[in-house]
């Protein structure tokens, strides 16, 4: 039923943006390809995390295309590798579909639909695996600079005791350039 639910929410996201995209080639002037590429955005985000018996990488890179200066919609992937000593290690790996709303300059709202393998291992006595899909719908909100944004973000979707997030909001940073 939830994987029912999930893929529903999939195929409506890709079809609007689709549409969108699709739309905008229609409704434009004959332009030359490389018109497309002067809308195009690449960045994302690279995250580390040390502590004692304690390691979190991530690497998220993603490309967005503006659609005009106020909307964007683009598409991330994702890697994370976490390791508790004498507990667990695990690998995250998955892609995500991107929209950012800017209603000012300095004002960045975003939305995005995630999509992640989880694998989890117990190490030494823990012995345990889990492996499962987990869905995130992140909305955000944040302070846009130049190419920077900081800001929040909220997963609509979030579980208690998925393994995959601890919390359901998220603070970010985020570079397009």
Do not use: C
């Not at 790996?93 to 991107?98: H, K, Q, R």
Request: charged content about 10%.
């Amino acid at each position: 039923m939830k994987n029912n639910h999930v893929s529903r929410i999939l195929r409506t996201f890709l079809v609007l943006v689709t549409s969108i995209l699709t739309a905008q080639q229609y409704n434009s002037n004959i332009k030359s390809q490389s018109d497309f590429w002067d809308k195009v955005q690449f960045g994302g985000g690279l995250g580390l995390s040390i502590g004692t018996g304690y390691t979190d990488i991530t690497v998220a890179p993603s490309a967005i295309y503006n659609v005009n200066e106020y909307f964007a919609v683009g598409l991330g992937a994702q890697y994370t590798y976490a390791k508790q000593k004498n507990f667990y290690s695990s690998n995250l790996y998955g892609a995500s579909l991107i929209t950012l709303f800017n209603p000012i300059r300095e004002i960045q709202l975003s939305a995005e639909l995630e999509q992640l393998r989880v694998n989890v291992s117990g190490i030494g006595t823990n012995n345990f695996t889990n492996n499962f899909w987990n869905t995130g719908l992140f909305l955000g909100a944040g302070y846009r600079s130049g190419n920077a944004t900081i800001g929040v973000r909220y997963n609509v979707l979030f579980k208690e005791n998925n393994l995959a997030y601890s919390d359901a909001f998220m603070p970010f940073v985020r570079f397009y350039f």
